[in-house]
């Protein structure tokens, strides 16, 4: 997901094939957190369909759905302001947005595409715009489907999507958190990023937390954001991309078992990461 559209690349080759153009108009590209363009992006389980969040600078967002057989945009619907994070349901039939700046997650059937917001605010809206205490990163746990939403270290949300009924559970890490994932045996890890405020909270970190609630909190060094994890569930990559305490150009990669982390390099400020 780019500011202009969404970029087809070939991993084998390493060509890129394809820019999707955006239906939605934000604008003239540009950069930095708030720029407009594609954000959260995640593919149907069949592969047939791609959903990517559109920021749309000054209003809501919109979820595109995009024909990656044909490789254009057939649907465009409305969303929550700046969708971090585009989720898909294990059987592909819900798309969940994450609304960063509207406290929410937008749930988007496959079939018929009518929106339906839940709101997400464990610590309440106040501060609107201005709070650090929104919505960043989503999960969706294998074993019911419901959607993880970690905060600060303190609190997880837990998303029913089908009732919108939302419960909280206390979380250990004391630090503001962005990406998270899954492993197939249910694990949940969040990255990190360090304290909110100068002296008020822990660093860096990766906190593992079990289905029974109990959690592991792996100290990282430095700024990182986002997290993937291998096929075995036994190894995290961890981007050292660009937060509010700065970047690092590589990826700490961790050993699940037992905690030792290396570092690689991985380009400038890297985001995202997936294994393929």
Do not use: C
């Amino acid at each position: 997901a780019t500011a202009e559209g969404v970029t087809v690349v070939d991993t084998r080759t390493r060509e890129r094939l394809a820019r999707i153009p955006h239906r939605t108009d934000t604008g003239p590209a540009a950069d930095g957190e708030y720029r407009g363009g594609g954000m959260g992006i995640a593919l149907s389980p069949d592969g047939a369909h791609a959903y990517v969040g559109v920021n749309v600078p000054g209003t809501t967002g919109m979820l595109e759905v995009i024909d990656t057989a044909a490789r254009e945009v057939t649907a465009v619907v409305p969303v929550g302001r700046r969708p971090f994070d585009v989720d898909v349901s294990p059987d592909g039939a819900e798309v969940y947005v994450t609304g960063h700046d509207s406290f929410d997650v937008t749930v988007v059937p496959a079939g018929s595409l009518r929106p339906r917001r839940i709101e997400v605010a464990p610590y309440g809206t106040g501060g609107g715009l201005g709070s650090w205490l929104k919505p960043h990163y989503a999960a969706v746990r294998p074993a019911d489907g419901k959607l993880l939403l970690p905060f600060e270290g303190e609190r997880l949300a837990v998303v029913d999507p089908r009732t919108g009924r939302t419960t909280v559970e206390p979380m250990t890490a004391d630090t503001h958190q962005h990406g998270a994932t899954m492993t197939a045996d249910g694990r949940l890890l969040v990255v990190g990023t360090g304290a909110v405020e100068p002296g008020d909270g822990e660093g860096p970190s990766l906190t593992v937390r079990s289905p029974d609630g109990t959690e592991r909190v792996f100290p990282l060094d430095g700024p990182h954001e986002d997290v993937a994890v291998s096929r075995d569930g036994r190894t995290a990559y961890v981007t050292g991309g660009f937060t509010r305490d700065g970047y690092w150009n590589g990826i700490t990669v961790v050993d699940l078992d037992s905690g030792a982390t290396r570092r690689l390099a991985a380009g400038d400020r890297p985001l995202g990461v997936a294994v393929l």
